[in-house]
């Protein structure tokens, strides 16, 4: 029986071995997949796996893995506009790295905001760091992930986030949410098209899903 989603574990989970070890490892635990979160104990940056670009390949196709996501450190919760261009540039480095390797997914921070943002200026930054990265996932062939982490824990926020970008990607959903069980396709309730919504972003839904999230 194929896998629809392959069966895959985040480097972090053994941030010390090297890659050809966390490979042998999958291989033998009956792993089909890994997530690129550390690299040789490193936490990967679009210049590391650019020059680690040809192992990489080399060492998956040779234990027949796939690569199903990068973990990046880039955050955009920040007021700053050159702060958010400078993390933006870094995760777009990484979209392309992700189309060299065929990896579908490119995880993001959303960040911590400073003490005292309302909830509305926070998605608002990450939104505005986000646009302008949408039409090149969507060229590129690689969709963005919001982690659920830091500030971006609370489905509502993440929500804002995501109601706020889909409208920018013609192909509806350029932008998910990992707390959901899958990367699957999702609508706001109502709509043609949407983002996420499986897990607590409020007033969303999957496709298919007669049941409407408080």
Known sequence: MALHYPIAFSTLACPDWR???VAAAAVEYGYNAIEMRTLDGVV???ELLTHELLRIRT???AHELQLIGIGASTRFASPDAAERAAQGAELRRLL?????LE???VRTFGGVPPIGTSDQDAAGYVVAGLEPLLADAERLGVQIALETHDAFSRGALVAMVLMRCHIRSSRGSGIFCTRCAS???LRRPG???GA????ACEGWQAEGSAERRA
């Open 103 to 105: 990896v579908p997914l």
């Open 19 to 21: 890659l050809e070890r």
């Open 59 to 61: 060492v998956l196709r």
């Open 196 to 199: 996420c919504g499986a897990c």
């Open 96 to 100: 392309e790295v992700a189309s060299a």
């Open 44 to 46: 990967v940056s679009s």
């Open 183 to 185: 990367a699957r396709r």
């Open 191 to 193: 709509s043609s098209s």
